[in-house]
């Protein structure tokens, strides 16, 4: 193979020095130094904006860095664009799929490429590295009928298609199973072991980077904080440095997904919040036989759903995900009208799809999907806070810019939103923080009912940690809280009782104690408990 | 960016477009035979240096900002409202019934005559209203087809005096005109300096501050623009698009029906003098959407951009007058015209590709 056998193994694949970029005022990067050896795969652990994905968009030529060098096999290099780092053999699978669905597998392979099309070379070649690989896949199926992580394994397949010896893979089990996840894995493990590459993992999962790699690189806030073997490293000490700090056991194991499920479960009720937590007898919420149905073909979103939530309560909802969870959650933020049944909170009946009826009836919800619904970017963090209660703010309909920014930042302060200001634009934060700007406001609200639709996605340990806490004190304060998650473990640790969905209707409902992983895998799959 | 660099940047940006189409047009003028030093002085001259002709451009800078004032309220709401050349004719139409068929003498009457025009702008962009809100139908189809509509129906109510149509001893040769508005109904033109133009420019302007107000401070505002940022997250706060879409819409069509009331009854010579004619709106609506447009759809940057147009639009009257053909006077007063709009669309772009990238840079 081109590019990767030949050079002297002592000499790294990839050395970066000093490397330095800023974004206005906020250091993405600060004096990052990172070495590559061929044969080995590297992990770069690091909370959400620790600066993992700058780094690499550095080495592939997306972002220029202000500062430091770039060695590739000894010889310094300056990566202007994509193009130049392919060229050096450095190839990248992003977090983010870029694939045209309309377009079959080996076609999207050879997007991209240039001069006259071979197909039945690119055909030829797809099953040559899926073979290879052992990425089984179908080089004629349509892409956008595929699982995620099928689409990622054409993803890979581009990326291999290019030949590079320097390979990263950006967050690559965001979106994969536990199997898949394994999979890939061994793929890895593969591609560096046979074929002396080298590899880079980028992560926040503490187990995927202990299991699958050789050495670890963790950063935090910009800057390395600590490197070492693999063999030298175990998930405690590693969270430590990654966080800055210790994080609790409970939502450290949510967060990295360590397996221990049932051991997990266990510690539920010692914690002893579940004893403080007086749930009522009278439901606050009751969905009672509640049908959606879709706008093309009349499907049914939602089957026949019925559900009641007491105030201090947990529940959670699990179920594979485009089980009806989305609907649900849509139904509960006003968002889409019933076809049939009835949502009622404290015992008076809510106009479902009218605006805000939701809202004024006591139900927050955390979307799913924040820029959805759940926020506005191109507007302000105050008035992003402010959005579905701007009278209290007001008078006679004008609002108080006193009042406002006043209003905004004692919320800032009490959820620690890390802004610029109540006028910085909500497109200027990251993630983590869009999401505290949802829970602050519809925490703020002082909702009966509160309903988190996968609110920890996407989140780091420390957020995950965070929004626990807080869904856990919300159910204290007396809210019901509706939890529709696809992390079981998540599910598993909070909740008081757990429903599953499957194709819209609710399969199964599990007292805390009942619910363990192999129940609740039955039910998700739509057999019968 | 500091708020002195992007200033610095504004004026980079319109100087460089301006001198390019200037450069342009110096080169097209000089093909065709003309000289471009003259066009320019001409320009300048129309518009502002001239005796009486500051004056003159205010006073059609003042129908332009009220008509880019309801774009911008229905652009804030999401909504592309392109139909104001008919809602301003609508308003003039409605204006003119009212003077003549229903109000009597007195000021009074004229206050009543701009409110009549604004009901009747609203009235026109509700129907494209009642066909997105009820029916889905896009708005930016209905009200630009609207506007031809329009053309057709006041050009028939032109036709029967019961209508618009003015009576046979006050119209000569069968014209379809409607009545000349009488004296003491007129907008009145103060003098100032040799200048002459209609109160409706203060009008304009406090309009403009307070559509600012409105939109920067009110709740209702403030729901408005989280309905044209996100519908759903403002459906989910109780922002219904159809309440707050088919307002916006209506009081997008009720300024550029003011704006058409305020032309008939404060024009002069500029716009029918104090008639209501065929082509009576004579691209106003038109030139006010794209007043909005480099106003990048903001009620106080209007005012300027208003004024400007204006400029354009007198300064070309004078341009007529160098002997260069009015068709290369057209030419340059396109290319102008598009020099203006480049600035805006190029810091769009831009800032939509930082905003893009700065959301990216962030995992």
């Keep these: ?529 | 960016m500091t708020r002195g660099a992007r200033a610095a940047e504004w004026v980079v940006l319109y100087a460089l477009s301006i001198v390019v189409a200037l450069a342009i047009s110096s080169v097209i003028v000089k093909a065709t035979g003309g000289d471009w030093w003259p066009v320019v002085e001409a320009l300048v001259d129309g518009s502002i240096k001239a005796p009486g002709r500051w004056g003159e451009t205010l006073g059609i800078a003042a129908p332009l900002l009220l008509v880019a004032l309801g774009t911008v309220i229905s652009a804030k709401a999401g909504l592309i409202n392109i139909g104001q050349e008919g809602q301003l004719l609508m308003g003039a139409a409605f204006a003119v019934f009212f003077s003549f068929r229903i109000g009597g003498p007195g000021p009074l009457n004229v206050v009543l005559l701009l409110l009549f025009g604004a009901l009747g702008g609203a009235v026109w962009a509700s129907v494209a209203g009642l066909l997105r809100f009820w029916r889905g139908v896009p708005e930016v189809l209905s009200t630009l087809l609207l506007v031809f509509v329009a053309v057709q129906a006041v050009g028939y109510g032109l036709k029967w005096q019961w209508l618009l149509l003015a009576d046979e001893a006050s119209r000569g040769n069968r014209n379809l005109v409607s009545e000349q508005l009488a004296k003491d109904n007129r907008i009145p033109r103060p003098d100032i300096f040799g200048n002459e133009f209609p109160i409706t420019v203060y009008v304009a302007l406090a309009l403009a501050l307070a559509v600012a107000y409105v939109l920067a401070r009110t709740v209702w505002g403030f729901r408005l623009r989280m309905l044209g940022h996100n519908p759903r997250a403002a459906q989910r706060s109780g922002v219904s698009s159809t309440v707050y879409g088919a307002t916006a819409l209506a009081i997008g069509g009720a300024f550029a029906g003011l704006a058409g009331a305020a032309m008939f009854a404060g024009g002069g010579f500029s716009f029918g003098n104090y008639r209501l004619v065929p082509g009576f709106s004579d691209f106003i609506g038109w030139t006010g959407l794209l007043v909005a447009l480099m106003a990048r759809e903001r009620a106080l940057p209007a005012v300027v951009a208003a004024f400007v147009f204006a400029m354009l639009r007198t300064g070309a009257g004078f341009v007529n007058s160098t002997g260069v053909e009015s068709r290369i006077t057209d030419v340059v007063q396109g290319l102008l015209v598009l020099a203006l709009l480049v600035p805006p669309a190029v810091v769009f772009l831009r800032d939509r590709r930082r905003a893009r990238a700065a959301a990216t840079e962030r995992v």
């Design chain 1, 1 to 529: 193979m081109t590019g990767t056998g030949g050079s002297d193994p002592s000499v790294p694949a990839v050395q970066l020095t000093g490397i330095t970029k800023r974004f206005g005022g906020i250091v993405a990067c600060d004096q990052v130094d990172l070495t590559l050896y061929r044969g080995l795969v590297h992990g770069i652990l690091g909370e959400n904006g620790a600066g993992k994905s700058t780094l690499m968009k550095v080495l592939i030529g997306l972002v220029l860095p202000d500062e430091g060098s770039i060695l590739i096999d000894g010889q310094p290099r300056t990566i202007h664009d994509p193009l130049a780092a392919a060229a050096l053999g450095i190839g990248m699978v992003h977090q983010h799929f870029s694939l045209v669905d309309q377009l079959s597998v080996w076609e999207n392979v050879a997007l991209g490429e240039a001069g006259k099309l071979d197909s039945s070379g690119v055909r030829r070649r797809v099953a040559a590295i899926s073979e290879q690989y052992g990425l089984d896949i179908d080089p004629e199926a349509q892409v956008g009928t595929l699982t995620a992580g099928l689409r990622q394994r054409v993803e890979i397949i581009k990326c291999l298609r290019r030949d590079p010896h320097i390979l990263v893979f950006d967050e690559p089990t965001s979106v994969l199973t536990p199997e898949e996840s394994e999979q890939l894995f061994s793929t890895l493990r593969e591609v560096v072991a046979a074929e002396n590459r080298a590899v880079v993992l980028v992560s926040h999962k503490l187990d995927e980077v202990l299991h699958a790699t050789d050495e670890i690189t963790i950063m935090r806030q910009g800057r390395v904080v600590d490197r070492r073997p693999t063999t030298d490293a175990d998930a405690r000490s590693l969270a430590r440095a990654m966080v800055g700090r210790e994080v609790s056991l409970r939502s450290e194991r949510a967060a990295f997904g360590l397996t221990e499920i049932e051991e997990a479960a266990d510690v539920g009720p010692e914690d002893g919040q579940a004893a403080e937590t007086v749930i009522s007898d009278e439901p606050v919420l009751r969905i009672e036989g509640v049908t959606v149905r879709g706008r093309r073909g009349g499907a049914r979103l939602l089957d026949d759903i019925s559900l009641d939530l007491r105030a201090g309560e947990i529940v959670g909802v699990a179920g594979v995900e485009g089980n009806g969870q989305r609907t649900l959650g849509d139904l509960l933020s006003s968002l889409v009208p019933l076809d049939s049944g009835q949502v009622v909170v404290n015992d008076s009946v809510v106009r479902t799809g009218a605006p805000g009826a939701m809202a004024k009836a006591g139900i927050g919800v955390i979307p799913e999907d924040r820029h959805d619904s759940g926020v506005v970017l191109d507007m302000t963090v105050a008035e992003n806070l402010l959005m579905v209660d701007p009278h209290r703010v007001a008078r006679h309909g004008v609002m108080d810019k006193g009042q406002v920014t006043e209003a905004a930042q004692q919320m800032i302060e009490e959820f620690d939103i890390g802004c610029s200001g109540p006028d910085a634009p909500l497109w200027s934060l990251s993630g983590g923080n869009q999401q505290r700007v949802v829970l602050a406001r519809e925490l703020a609200a002082d909702p009966d009912v509160l309903v988190a639709a996968q609110p920890t996605r996407g989140l780091d340990v420390g957020a995950i940690e965070y929004m626990t806490d807080r869904l856990r004190q919300t159910a204290v304060d007396g809210v019901a809280v509706l939890l529709i998650s696809s992390e079981l473990e998540e599910i598993l640790e909070l909740s008081d009782r757990i429903v599953v969905m499957s194709r819209g209707r609710i399969v199964g409902e599990l007292s805390h104690d009942d619910a363990n992983l192999e129940t609740l895998g039955l039910l998700m799959g739509g057999s019968e408990a």
